[in-house]
């Protein structure tokens, strides 16, 4: 298995100058705004990042907070987050998860593990981003789609499934990069350990990567 720690500090000082995560561009600019970090997550899954940003930013400019959201129509807000993926569930998902602030927590983003996850659409990656970048929590990993492929390929992990990686990570990371595991290797998946042909030629880790499960690689 390479050193979880070599890794990540390698990743890091490669990816200056890559393109910042939508929600990272969004938490920055709202201040870490948990409720605008929450929302771009729930539209951020199977979606592209500049898609993303421009539909949470059309959506923000019309309505900032829960209240504004439940007042839209669902039409109104599948108009507003078109064309990211499953648009018309999201905006459903997005309303009702606005409603259930609004009616349990008072308007407000709850700050633990538990109370996130009863939130409509939300769940162990959504929840941990937003204690990670709005909570500035520094005792959770997030784990998505390019976090659970690089950490398999890596051998960290042999799971099948995000949330299996998550909780296996926490075994095998220094605690002290849980926090900065999903920034790193979702900048590094989106640009070079890719699903399909990684570009492992270009790759500051190839040297200690196993390369598990690649069978082909990209230029």
């Given amino acids: 298995m390479s050193d979880p720690a070599l890794v990540l500090r390698r ?4 990816m200056r100058g890559m393109n910042e995560l939508a929600v990272e ?9 948990p409720f605008r970090v929450l929302i771009s ?8 990042d500049a898609v993303t940003h421009a539909a949470s930013t059309r959506l ?18 599948e108009k507003l987050i078109y064309p990211v993926s499953f648009y018309r569930n999201k905006a459903v998902h ?7 602030l609004i009616d349990a927590y008072g308007g407000q983003v709850p700050d633990t593990m538990e109370a996130l996850l009863t939130l409509p659409g939300v769940g162990r990656k959504t929840a941990n981003l937003v204690l990670i970048l709005s909570h500035a929590s520094r005792n959770n990993i997030c784990v ?3 976090v659970h492929r690089i950490a398999n390929r890596l051998g960290w992990v042999a799971t ?3 949330e299996e990686t998550e909780f296996a990570l ?10 900065d595991v999903n920034l790193r290797l979702v900048t590094w998946g989106q640009n070079v350990c890719k699903p399909v042909y990684p570009r492992c030629a270009a790759c500051v880790i190839a040297d200690v990567c196993p390369k598990i499960g690649v069978t082909k690689q990209g230029r």
């Fill in 160 to 162: 099948r499934t995000p």
């Fill in 94 to 100: 997005v309303r009702a998860c606005c409603r259930r």
């Fill in 41 to 48: 997550t729930l539209l951020s899954a199977q979606t592209k």
């Fill in 60 to 77: 923000f400019a019309v309505a900032r907070t829960p209240e504004a959201i439940v007042a839209l129509t669902p039409a109104r807000i």
């Fill in 11 to 14: 990743i890091a000082r490669a």
């Fill in 170 to 179: 926490y075994r095998v990371v220094p605690k002290r990069y849980w926090a």
């Fill in 144 to 146: 998505d789609t390019h």
């Fill in 25 to 33: 561009k969004i938490s920055t600019a709202s201040r870490r705004d």
